[in-house]
């Protein structure tokens, strides 16, 4: 049976069986019954002990209204409890639990068995505050009564404490006579203190009085069958010093060790397991172990309790992706909560331990809830980088300098994260943000570097865009016009575009606050940079300087002095307009060859002149030959290598194709020339003229008396004229007389045929109202028709038959 329950009240359990078994489950489910574990240390424990069949369960039963077996009387003598039984005291506050031993001299054990007896009794004095010793009235004063034994067994046990807790040890005289019991306790004290006496003790304790150990109280009941009232008026006035018994003054005020009550199932299998392995019990150590093995299973139970709160795992969930308002205070709550229940339950244990299992509870709550909050400082980390690069780049876009808007956004914002930091941290963890404040610092510093390098070169970008474009357009412009002025243009260019941007370049650099000589470096740079521009340009125009030659040789050579295309009519003079056009790129030539950006004098054009171009003189030869070979070689006088763009050498080849390909140019002037002449020369010399005049005039005379060969001659003159136009001779002949002669072949033909066409053509028309019209009119018709193509020249003709003036069709056509 393990727990008994009658009346409602009362509940009991057998708690060891007489085999010496330890009834744990059955304890376990007492203590629930009872709701002993929320006693703490407000509980008490009786036990009673004594010969068997003395009465103790009825003593018991009627004292605490408990409902031990009682010995049936009418059955005979015999043993009724076996073992230790135990049970709650009904109506008695605080808490009290009642053991009912197995009583001791029975005839079921021997006379030889005592074990189970000095077992018990160490069970007994080990676990009660308080011990009724059960003993008739009659036996005090005999030397061989049972209770000597009793109480020697008592004092024998207690001597394997080593510090025995303080017990009350109240002797109960049953079936009192007419002796008082003012006779009877000398007596029985002085039984007591022989049996104390006599009792073999350790070397600490030879001269500790009794009263070090035991609080002896004596009392006296009236025989139960004989007066039953009286016994039951006695007993329920022993029961009032029961109420409230571990108060001071009560029968167990001065206690002391006692182990709380939510422990008590757990020490008391201890104790009887060291008991019934022989061994002498250490209660103080004892005491620790229960202390050590119940705080720890609090601490468990509170360590479970925490990881399944639920307040606990909402914040350890959310944690993990963004941070949680209150984190801190959230967390300090939670376990403070738990480890104040832990205290609760732990606070009657030894103080040591206590606090020991609890330091263990809360480095394991503190170790579990570690990682929420480092996540937490990292979510704070990462929020406030956030934040203060977009502070920081707001702070550049609104003008700020950059020194300035580092400083203050670093200042505001690591700020910023102490606050918040220190919300996040929990009261019971000394932990320090240190290190993930530091690398906060580290990641602003680098993104500070990483914006400071990205404005750098954007800025720096940005100047040297502006140089770019104030300078190479200008640089190509003023090379592409190369003359004695040009490189003394692009260097005061370049000084005053370099010092407008180094100025302003400078200016902006100063909110970096950099060191000097960094900046001193950058505008070394921006400067270098600028004259990179220069040379990259002058590189790639000395890359085109061949086709820049030819363009200002067309250019010079092909228009006058106004710009105008050059008509060669053979008068020009193409030697000397050859000449300057060659000088022209000459000089361009000698320009692009080196770079010039310091003010130095060179002999490059003098060199280039002497050898290329000079060569007039009766000396000329040797003059060119020495100059020629000036210009076999690699480097210029007085210009270094890294300068130097187009070599001596270079030169005297481009110069050699140059002028292989203008040559083309002039020979074509040349030949338009002459082609001009032969064209405006068509009369015949003059004594010719005069030949032709004398020769001649017989036939002069023969026309002016026959008018009408002054007619043929003029049809004559019309036809020609009309040739003359159509194979447009004068035109031909500008291209040279043999491929002239071999054109007007092919074409003459074709165009005789065409002109014959056309006449029959106007032959065939009707004729109208003109029939007078004399035959010059089919002249003037087929001048019309002739001159269609031709200039202006010949669109009037006159009549010398009728007087009458007649104009082309398209004059009449006008006149009409």
């Known amino acids: 049976m393990d727990c008994e329950r009658k009346d409602g009240e009362c509940c009991s359990t057998h708690l060891i069986d007489g085999d010496g078994t330890f009834n744990a489950s059955g304890l376990e489910n007492f203590m629930k019954e ?19 069949s003395s009465g103790k369960s009825t003593l018991l039963n009627h004292l605490f209204h408990t409902n031990f077996r009682e010995m049936d009387a009418y059955k005979g003598r015999s043993q009724t409890t076996k073992g230790i039984w135990m049970a709650r005291c009904a109506g008695i506050e605080p808490c009290t639990i009642v053991m009912d031993l197995e009583g001791t001299d029975g005839r079921e054990r021997g006379e030889d068995d005592t074990a189970f007896e000095k077992q018990s009794a160490l069970f007994a004095l080990a676990v009660s505050d308080i011990v009724l010793i059960n003993m008739w009235c009659h036996d005090i004063g005999r030397e061989q009564a049972a209770n000597k034994p009793l109480l020697k067994t008592v004092f024998q046990v207690m001597m394997r404490l080593f510090s025995p807790r303080k017990t009350t040890l109240m002797f109960v005289i049953r079936d009192k006579t007419r002796t008082p019991l003012e006779n009877l306790e000398p007596v029985l004290r002085e039984d007591i203190q022989k049996i104390w006496d006599s009792v073999p003790k350790p070397e600490a304790h030879k001269e500790t009085p009794l009263s070090a150990f035991f609080n002896v109280e004596v009392l006296a009941l009236s025989s139960y069958e004989e007066k039953e009232e009286q016994f039951k008026e006695q007993v329920a006035s022993l029961r009032q010093r029961f109420n409230q018994s ?25 104790i009887w397991r060291v008991i019934k392995e022989n061994k002498d019990l250490d209660l103080p150590a004892h005491k620790v172990m229960v202390a050590t093995v119940r705080c720890e299973e609090i601490a468990n139970e509170k360590y479970s309790s925490f990881i399944a709160n639920k307040d606990w795992s909402e914040v350890e969930q959310v944690v993990q992706s963004h941070p949680v308002q209150s984190f801190g205070r959230k967390l300090s709550s939670i376990l403070d909560t738990c480890l104040s229940e832990y205290d609760a339950e732990a606070t009657y244990f030894e103080g040591g331990v206590r606090s020991s299992k609890r330091k263990q509870l809360e480095d394991k709550l503190l170790q579990l809830v570690q990682p929420a909050y480092q996540s937490m400082l990292g979510h704070i980390r990462s929020r406030t980088l956030d934040k203060f690069k977009d502070a920081f780049e707001n702070a550049l876009k609104g003008g700020q300098g950059f ?23 929990i009261k019971q963890a000394n932990w320090q943000s240190t290190k993930v404040r530091d690398k ?36 190509e412009a003023l090379l592409d016009g190369a003359s004695d002025e040009t490189w003394p243009a692009i260097r005061e260019l370049l000084q005053r575009e ?27 740079g921006l400067e270098d940079y600028a004259r990179g521009i220069v040379e990259g340009k002058a590189k790639e125009e000395a890359g085109r300087v061949m086709i820049r030659m030819k363009d200002r040789f067309t250019t010079l050579f092909s228009q006058d002095s106004d710009s105008m295309p050059r008509v060669w009519t053979g008068k020009e003079d193409i030697r000397a ?60 006088e007085e210009i270094p290598a890294s300068k130097t763009l187009i070599t001596p050498v270079q030169c005297k080849s481009l110069w050699r194709q140059f002028k292989t390909e203008t040559e083309y140019t002039v020979t074509q002037a040349i030949a338009a020339q002459e082609a001009s002449k032969r064209s405006n020369n068509w009369l015949p010399p003059p004594w010719a003229i005069v030949a032709m005049i004398l020769l001649g005039f017989n036939e002069f005379m023969t026309l002016l008396r026959n008018p009408l060969w002054l007619l043929v001659i003029f049809v004559g003159y019309l036809l020609s004229k009309a040739l003359w136009v159509q194979l447009d001779i004068s035109g031909e002949f ?12 092919t074409k003459f033909l074709p165009t005789v045929m065409n002109l014959l066409k056309k006449l029959a053509e106007q032959g065939q028309l009707p004729t109208t109202n003109n029939n007078q019209r004399n035959p010059s009119i089919a002249a003037n018709s087929f001048h019309s028709d002739s001159t269609g193509i031709s200039s202006s020249e010949s669109s009037e003709v006159i009549s010398s038959d009728n007087g009458t003036e007649y104009s082309s069709p398209a004059v009449n056509d006008k006149t009409q």
Request: glycine share 6%.
């Open 734 to 745: 500008r291209n040279g007389a043999l491929p002239a002669l071999l054109s007007l072949s």
């Open 577 to 636: 307009i050859t000449k300057t056009a060659r000088s022209a790129s000459l000089k361009m030539l000698s320009v692009m060859a080196a770079i010039r950006l310091e003010k130095c004098t060179d002999s490059i054009e003098n060199t280039l002149s002497l050898a290329l171009v000079d060569m007039s003189s009766g000396s000329a030869a040797n003059k060119a030959t020495c100059s020629l070979d000036a210009l076999a070689s690699s480097t210029w």
């Open 246 to 270: 571990i108060a001071p003054g009560g029968l167990a005020g001065d206690r002391s060790g006692v182990v709380p009550a939510s422990g008590f199932s757990f020490s008391s299998q201890e």
């Open 34 to 52: 009872v709701k002993l574990s929320d006693c703490g240390l407000s509980y008490a424990v009786v036990s009673i002990m004594g010969p068997q």
């Open 403 to 425: 020194a300035d808007a580092a400083r203050d956004s670093i200042k505001l914002f690591m700020n910023l994260f102490d606050d918040e930091s220190t919300d996040a941290i």
């Open 498 to 524: 370099s010092e407008i941007a180094i100025s302003g370049f400078s200016s902006a650099l100063s909110g970096f606050e950099m060191d000097e000589q960094d900046k001193n470096n950058m505008l070394s």
């Open 440 to 475: 906060l610092r580290r990641d602003i510093d680098a993104h500070v570097a990483a914006v400071r390098t990205s404005e750098l070169s954007e800025l720096t970008t940005t100047y040297e865009k502006k140089l770019c474009e104030a300078l190479s357009a200008p640089v």
